[in-house]
C-alpha cells in the first residue's frame, strides 16, 4: 500500500463531500463552489491511479485528461457564476426557487 | 463522381464543418442567418454522404491522426450513431428554417454561432468511440445547452438554466469519474477495446453505477427528471424544441452504446430497474402533462413521459425492443420539435400559451393547428405513424421476450397521451370571439413545424428505411432478432 | 432537515463503496504507457504530456477549445452585469501591475516553449496570459474600441481556428485528419499550441470582464 492511494482515497473523499455540499446548501456560489470542489476530487483520483507502478513512469494520459477536465471545469464555472448574478438581478435571491427539487 | 464522394471522410466533415460554421457567424454576426442555414443544409448533405459510405462499407472506423485506438481517438459509426445522425440533421434543419423568423437580429447573433456549435457537439458525440472524449463532447453539448435557455428573458429562464447548468455538471462528474475507474482498470478509453477487455470486477460495477447514473441525470429519467419541464418549457421555442428533440438523447445513446458495448448487464436486475423507471416514467409524467394549464409545460412533461418509453427496452434486450426504442427516438424528435414549434408559433402570436384560452389564436392559425394535430398522432401512438410503430416493435418484443406487462405500461402510456392531446385539441376547436389581435407570422415558421410533423407521421408508412439503416454494422449484436 | 436524515448515511456509503473500489482496482494488463514510450519520438515533442495532448489526443483538445469558446459566447449572451461600477484601482494595483504584466507575458512565452519538452504547455501560458489580462482589466484598461469587433473575435477563434485549419489541411494533403508528418511535428504543434495559447488567455480575460467589449459602452 502506497501514497498513491492514500491520494486516490481522498480523491473519492472529496468527491462525496462535494456531493453533499451541493445538496445541503441552498447558495448559488456555495453549489458551483461544490461542484468545483467534486471535479477536483475526480482530477485526483485519475492523477494519483496513474502512478500505481512505482517502477515506471506515471501514465501521462490522466494527466493529459486532467488538464482538459480542468479548462472544461473553468470554462463551466465561468458560465455558472454570470448565471448565477443574473439570477440573483432578476430574482434579488442567491437560491434557486424549491421548486421541483427533491 | 463515386469516387470522389467515396473518397471523402464524410465522418470528419460532420464534425470541422457546423465547427467552422459556428466560427464564422461568431465572426461575421451580419450574415449569420444565411452562414447558418447553410451549414445546416450541408450537414444534411454529409449525412447522406456518410449514409451512403456506410451502405456500401459498412461500419466506418476512423483513426483520427492515424494512430488508432487505444493510442489515439477513433471515430466510429455504424447503424445507431447514423440514424441518430440523421435525426439531429433533419430536425436541425427545421430548426434553423425555424429560427430565421424567430429571434430579433439581436438574440439572432447570440443563438447562431452557439447553435451550430451545439449541432458540432452533437455529431462528434455520436460518432466518438472513446469515452473521456465523449466526456468532452458532453461538455460541450451542456454548456451550449445551456447558454441557449438562457436566451430567452425572464427570472424563471434564467433560474431554469442554472438549475440545468448545476444538473449537467454534476452529471458530467460522475460519468467522468467512471471514466477514471475503467481506464485505470483496463487501459484503453477506446469503447471497442474496453469491450473485448472488461470483465466483472468491483471497477466495473462502480462504474457502471457511476456512469449510468450520470448520464440518467441528464436523460431526465424519472425521478431525475425535476429539472426537465422548466428548463424545456421556459426556453426559446427553437431552443425547447432541439433540447427535447435532440439533446437529451444525445446522453440516452451513450448509455445505450455503452449497455450494448462494454457492460454485459442485459437480464439483470439492474436493467429490470431501468424498466421499472421508464414505466413510472410514462405514467408520472403522462399525469403531470394532463395536469398542466400551460401548453409549452404540458409538452415538457410529455417528454418525461415519451422518453421513459425509451427504457422499457432495457429490460427486454432484444434486437427488436432495441430498434422499438429507436424507432420511438427517431418519431419522438419529429414530432416533438414539430410541437414545441406549433407552440412556439402560438406564443408568439397571442403572447401566452395558456390552453384554456387557445382557441381564439389557433383560428388564425390553420396550419400550426394540423402540425400540432398531427405531432399528437405520433406522441399517442395512434396508426398510422412513427409512434405506433415503435410501440408495436416493443410490444412485439415484450410479449416475445415473455414480459407481456411493459406492454400495459405502453398501451397506458398512449391512452394518457390521448387524453392530454384532446385536452389541448378540445380547447382549441371550442368556438370563440376570434380576437382581432395585430401581428403576423412569417410562413416559414408554420411551414418548418407542419413539415417535420408530416414526416413523423410518415415515418408509420415507410418503416423499411428507417430500420434498414438501424441494421448496418449490427450495433445490437446477432442475438435473438424478431 | 428531514432530507438529512438519509442522505447522511446514502453519501457515507457511497464514499465507502467508492473507496473499496478504488484499493481493489487491478492494475491493467495492457497499460497505455509502454505503447506511448514507442510512439514519442515521431510525436515530436519529448514531453509526453503535451504529445498526448497536443498529437496522441489532440482531438480532445480541440473540442476543448470549443468549449472555451462556448462557455465566452454564454457569458456574452447573458449579456454582462448592467451597473456594474469600477473602482479606481489604487496606487499598489496599479504599480504592481505595470510591473507584473510583462513578467507574465515573458514567463508565458516560457512556458508556452518548453511544454514541448518539460512540464508547461500552451493551458498554463493561456492561463498566465489570462492573469495577466485580468490585472490589467482591473487597472481599468479597456480594449480599444477599434479592436473590440473583428480582430477581437479573430483572437478569440484563432486556437479553435488553428486546429481546424491544421486539421483539414492535413486531410486535404492526403493524410489523415490531425496527421501531423513527423518531421514538422514540432513546428504544427508549437504553432497550433502559440495561437491556443492567445486564445485561451483572450477568453479568460474577456471571462472575466463579463459583458460583450464595446457593446456594454453604448
Known amino acids: ?102 | 463522381m463515386e469516387l470522389i464522394l467515396g473518397d471523402v471522410p464524410w465522418i470528419v466533415v460532420l464534425i470541422i464543418l457546423p465547427l467552422t460554421g459556428g466560427m464564422a457567424c461568431f465572426l461575421f454576426p451580419a450574415i449569420s442567418k444565411s452562414l447558418g442555414l447553410l451549414t445546416s443544409l450541408a450537414v444534411v448533405a454529409c449525412v447522406w454522404g456518410l449514409g451512403w459510405q456506410l451502405e456500401e462499407e459498412g461500419a466506418q472506423r476512423y483513426a483520427i491522426g492515424g494512430w488508432g485506438a487505444p493510442l489515439g481517438i477513433d471515430l466510429y459509426a455504424d447503424g445507431l450513431s447514423l440514424l441518430m445522425l440523421v435525426v439531429a440533421a433533419l430536425v436541425g434543419l427545421g430548426i434553423s428554417v425555424y429560427s430565421c423568423g424567430y429571434f430579433s437580429p439581436d438574440k439572432a447573433n447570440h443563438f447562431w454561432p452557439l447553435w451550430l456549435f451545439l449541432c458540432g457537439a452533437l455529431n462528434a458525440l455520436f460518432l466518438s468511440s472513446d469515452i473521456f472524449n465523449l466526456y468532452v463532447t458532453l461538455e460541450l453539448l451542456g454548456l451550449t445547452a445551456v447558454a441557449l435557455v438562457a436566451l430567452a428573458d425572464g427570472a424563471e429562464a434564467l433560474t431554469s438554466a442554472m438549475r440545468y447548468l448545476l444538473i449537467s455538471l454534476l452529471g458530467s462528474l460522475f460519468y467522468l469519474l467512471g471514466v477514471a475507474f475503467l481506464y485505470h482498470s483496463f487501459g484503453s478509453l477506446d469503447i471497442a477495446i474496453l469491450a473485448q477487455r472488461a470483465e466483472p470486477s468491483p471497477a466495473v460495477w462502480a462504474a457502471v453505477g457511476l456512469i449510468s447514473t450520470g448520464l440518467l441525470l441528464k436523460t431526465a429519467l424519472f425521478p431525475m427528471h425535476f429539472w426537465l419541464p422548466a428548463a424545456h418549457a421556459c426556453a426559446p421555442t427553437p431552443v425547447s424544441a432541439l433540447l427535447s428533440a435532440l439533446v437529451v438523447k444525445a446522453s440516452f445513446y451513450i448509455l445505450l452504446r455503452m449497455w450494448l458495448e462494454i457492460f454485459p448487464m442485459v437480464g439483470t436486475s439492474f436493467a429490470q430497474l431501468l424498466g421499472l423507471l421508464g414505466a413510472a416514467a410514462v405514467l408520472w409524467g403522462g399525469i403531470q402533462a394532463l395536469r398542466q394549464t400551460r401548453l409549452k409545460l404540458l409538452i415538457a412533461y410529455s417528454t418525461v413521459s415519451q422518453l421513459g418509453y425509451l427504457f422499457l427496452a432495457f429490460p427486454l434486450g432484444t434486437s427488436l425492443a432495441w430498434k422499438g426504442a429507436l424507432y420511438m427516438l427517431l418519431s419522438h424528435a419529429m414530432a416533438k420539435a414539430a410541437m414545441f414549434m406549433a407552440a412556439g408559433n402560438i406564443l408568439v402570436l397571442g403572447g401566452h400559451d395558456r390552453i384554456a384560452e387557445l382557441s381564439s389564436i389557433t383560428q388564425r392559425l390553420p396550419l400550426t393547428l394540423t402540425a400540432f394535430t398531427l405531432a399528437g398522432i405520433s406522441i399517442m401512438g395512434l396508426p398510422p405513424s412513427g409512434g405506433f410503430i415503435a410501440k408495436w416493435l416493443l410490444l412485439q418484443a415484450s410479449i416475445e421476450s415473455g414480459q407481456w406487462w411493459w406492454g400495459i405500461i405502453l398501451i397506458l402510456g398512449g391512452l394518457l397521451a390521448a387524453a392530454y392531446v384532446f385536452k389541448v385539441i378540445g380547447h382549441v376547436f371550442t368556438q370563440d370571439e376570434p380576437t382581432r389581435q395585430a401581428g403576423t407570422l412569417p410562413t416559414t415558421m408554420e411551414w418548418s413545424a407542419l413539415v417535420l410533423a408530416l414526416v413523423a407521421v410518415l415515418l408509420g408508412l415507410f418503416t423499411s428505411w428507417p430500420l434498414a439503416i438501424m441494421e448496418i454494422g449490427s450495433p445490437f449484436g446477432t442475438g435473438h432478432s424478431g | 432537515m428531514e432530507r438529512s436524515r438519509w442522505l447522511l448515511p446514502l453519501l457515507l456509503m457511497l464514499c465507502l463503496g467508492l473507496g473499496y473500489t478504488v484499493l481493489s482496482m487491478p492494475e491493467p494488463v495492457e497499460g497505455l504507457p509502454e505503447m506511448l514510450v514507442d510512439n514519442m519520438e515521431v510525436a515530436g515533442v519529448s514531453n509526453p504530456v503535451t504529445a498526448v495532448l497536443l498529437n496522441f489526443r489532440g482531438y480532445d483538445t480541440l473540442l476543448e477549445m470549443g468549449v472555451l469558446l462556448v462557455a465566452l459566447l454564454g457569458v456574452w449572451s447573458l449579456g454582462g452585469i448592467p451597473d456594474y461600477r469600477e473602482s479606481s484601482p489604487g496606487l499598489v494595483l496599479d504599480i504592481m501591475s505595470r510591473q507584473l504584466v510583462p513578467v507574465l507575458i515573458l514567463v508565458a512565452g516560457y512556458l508556452l516553449w518548453v511544454g514541448a519538452d518539460a512540464p508547461g504547455g500552451a493551458f498554463q501560458a493561456g492561463s498566465l496570459l489570462g492573469a495577466a489580462g485580468v490585472l490589467l482589466l482591473l487597472c481599468g484598461w479597456r480594449i480599444g474600441n477599434r479592436c473590440s469587433g473583428l480582430p477581437l473575435r479573430f483572437l478569440l477563434i484563432l486556437g479553435l481556428g488553428m486546429f481546424v485549419v491544421a486539421g483539414t489541411g492535413l486531410l486535404l494533403i492526403g493524410g489523415e485528419f490531425l496527421q501531423y508528418p513527423s518531421p514538422v511535428a514540432r513546428e504544427l504543434i508549437l504553432m497550433i499550441e502559440a495561437a491556443a495559447t492567445l486564445s485561451i488567455g483572450a477568453t479568460l480575460a474577456a471571462m472575466f470582464l463579463g459583458s460583450l467589449p464595446g457593446g456594454a459602452d453604448k
Open chain 1, 1 to 102: 500500500m502506497s501514497y498513491v492511494y492514500l491520494y486516490a482515497l481522498l480523491g473519492v473523499s472529496l468527491f462525496v463531500l462535494g456531493l453533499n455540499a451541493l445538496i445541503v446548501h441552498a447558495h448559488l456560489l456555495r453549489k458551483i463552489l461544490a461542484v468545483n470542489v467534486m471535479s477536483t476530487g475526480v482530477f485526483l483520483v485519475l492523477v494519483a491511479l496513474s502512478s500505481r507502478n512505482e517502477e515506471v513512469l506515471p501514465d501521462p494520459v490522466p494527466h493529459a485528461m486532467v488538464i482538459t477536465g480542468i479548462v472544461v471545469s473553468v470554462s463551466a464555472t465561468a458560465l455558472a457564476l454570470i448565471l448565477m448574478l443574473k439570477v440573483n438581478r432578476a430574482t434579488g435571491k442567491n437560491e434557486l426557487p424549491d421548486r421541483g427539487r427533491d
